[in-house]
């Protein structure tokens, strides 16, 4: 694909632009140092609409744009379940897992289960995300992300993912949190419009000139199959997607691990000025879930006409960037690059905090705040350079690498929502309970996957989900003392939301709920 000059010059305007104003928001007064608070919160200071940007930028990716376009290309609409349900998630999220996370006034996800737990149970947390964020996210965010500059400019894929590491530090790497967040704003928006922008375009060609409702018509009338929200048992794609589970099942899980204990997801949430402030970002960002299908599965779904005979679906999203006008296609490009960066950055932020807060200064107590910062600094560079380098050997050779990234984490996801839940929500559980569900939850996902490997992969998520529950209560009985000094008490939460968050929840459900009813 022939990059033009003013597609260059407006994606070259965009990385000058986005660099400058990071550095200008993470400038600090005359004197004052950056602490551990304003690295790895941003001084406690974000607003909704920063939070709510913020979680979205994070959220949607090379992974999700490339993905889950690659995704609509192969199932249709039914993947944008994911995304659906995701906006109801949020609001459980922000109405009863925030305001327990913030009274505990904690940096990580790991820190509030030493809290709940023991020093143990944090460990081995830390070091499984620390795995998961740059074996798996970091790695396929630069995969994918280098895969779609090199369908579109035919840059080498290394290089690829060179420039978008380089890139995602200069603008991250001295601001942390802070660059990150205030800057997500721009991300979203230009992300927003360039995904809009491709996909009017796209169904303005299929529907010859006549706009985009004479194109959506005709993809619903040639591609209905593209449009069955809950698959059937015969549909080829039901293991990835199995039925009524997208409803009441593993997808759940899925979610709540997701969205609710994150770090890198829920981080931007820790550092908001108030509960009430973080619920309005959450809610914010579920009304941005609510509109992404029609900027990352709708664009696929085109591709089956517009350019049918491709070799891998996650060629679909960046072969469509090809048939854009000149400027146009500019545009799209930085909201691409500008949604990868955007996720790089946050993933090593994260990676930092967790390193820093609960392993390195576990073992280091007393250096400065400034040594800390210097620390989660040094492993964002390091956490990149890794996953440079075995990001094609892991995921070279997959074809739909969101659905890969969705079974592997499926494999630890039903442990880490019961340590979660039963830790916040039942007294008697203990710290032997959370961490043998938490461990258990990969021991029972592989022997279902080995021993019942035509069962979809989504149940067997809310299965194992089952399972780990029962273990942990068992362990927790038969210890039968209880963990009443570490228990979340939840007389002392206020969990009473706003009348501008309740409407919001409400307006939402009644939304998924049409979309549900309309493509069932």
């Known amino acids: 694909m022939k990059i033009e000059t003013l597609d260059i010059a407006l994606f070259a305007i965009y990385v000058i632009a986005l660099i400058g104003i990071a550095w200008w928001v993470s400038r600090e007064e005359k004197g004052h140092e950056k602490d ?174 006549a706009g985009f409702w004479a194109g959506f018509n005709t993809v619903t009338e040639e591609l209905p199959g593209k449009f069955d929200m809950i698959l059937s048992e015969d549909n080829p794609h039901y293991m990835d997607l199995p039925g009524l589970s997208v409803l009441i099942g593993g997808m759940w899980i899925m979610n709540l691990s997701y969205w609710g204990f994150n ?121 990149l350079i890794i996953a440079m380098v075995v990001a094609k050997p892991l995921l070279g050779q997959f074809d739909q690498a969101f659905q890969y990234i969705q079974e592997f984490t499926g494999f630890f996801t039903p442990g880490i929502v019961a340590l979660f839940a039963l830790g916040m929500f039942w007294k008697k559980t203990t710290a032997n309970g959370g961490l043998v569900a938490a461990v258990g939850s990969a021991v029972f996902s592989l022997a279902f996957k080995l021993l019942l490997p035509e069962l979809p992969f989504m149940d067997r998520v809310g299965i194992v989900f089952l399972l780990c529950v029962g273990l942990a209560v068992i362990v927790s009985l038969f210890e039968g003392k209880g963990d009443h000094e570490h228990a979340v008490q939840l007389n002392d939460i206020n969990f009473k939301t706003s009348s501008v968050f309740n409407v919001a929840s409400v307006a939402l459900t009644i939304v998924v709920a049409a979309f549900y009813i309309t493509w069932w």
């Open 263 to 383: 770090q890198y997801i829920i981080q931007r949430t820790l550092a908001a000025k108030s509960v009430n402030e973080a619920q309005k970002g959450i809610v914010f960002a579920a009304f941005l879930k609510v509109l992404m299908p029609l900027i990352v599965v709708l664009p696929g779904i085109a591709a089956v006409l517009l350019v049918p005979d491709l070799e891998k679906a996650d060629q679909a999203y960046p072969s469509l960037m090809t048939l854009m006008p000149v400027g146009l296609k500019g545009i799209i490009f930085a909201a691409l690059v500008a949604a990868i960066v955007s996720s790089l950055a946050s993933m090593t932020n994260s990676v930092s905090t967790i390193f820093t807060m609960d392993i390195y200064k576990d073992r280091n107590p007393n250096k400065s705040q400034h040594h800390y910062v210097k620390v989660g600094r040094i492993v964002s560079l390091v956490a």
């Open 36 to 209: 551990t608070n304003d690295y790895f919160l941003a001084g406690s200071s974000l607003p909704w609409w920063a939070i709510g940007a913020s979680l979205i930028a994070a959220n949607i990716s090379a992974e999700q744009i490339i993905g889950m376009s690659g995704s609509g290309y192969m199932v249709g609409l039914a993947i944008a379940s994911y995304e659906w349900m995701a906006a109801i998630t949020l609001i459980i999220v922000g109405k009863y897992f925030l305001p327990i996370f913030l009274k505990h006034k904690i940096y990580t996800m790991p820190q509030f289960l030493e809290q709940r737990y023991d020093h143990r149970v944090r460990m081995v947390m830390a070091v499984f995300w620390l795995g998961v964020y740059v074996f798996v996210n970091l790695t396929a965010v630069l995969w994918l992300g280098a895969l779609a500059i090199n369908t579109i400019a035919g840059v080498d894929l290394m290089y690829g993912m060179i420039f978008l590491g380089v890139f995602s530090l200069a603008y991250s790497l001295y601001g942390g949190l802070k660059a990150v967040a205030m800057t997500d704003i721009i991300q979203v928006v230009l992300l927003v419009l360039g995904g809009l922008f491709l996909s009017y375009t796209a169904l303005n060609i299929i529907g010859d000139g």
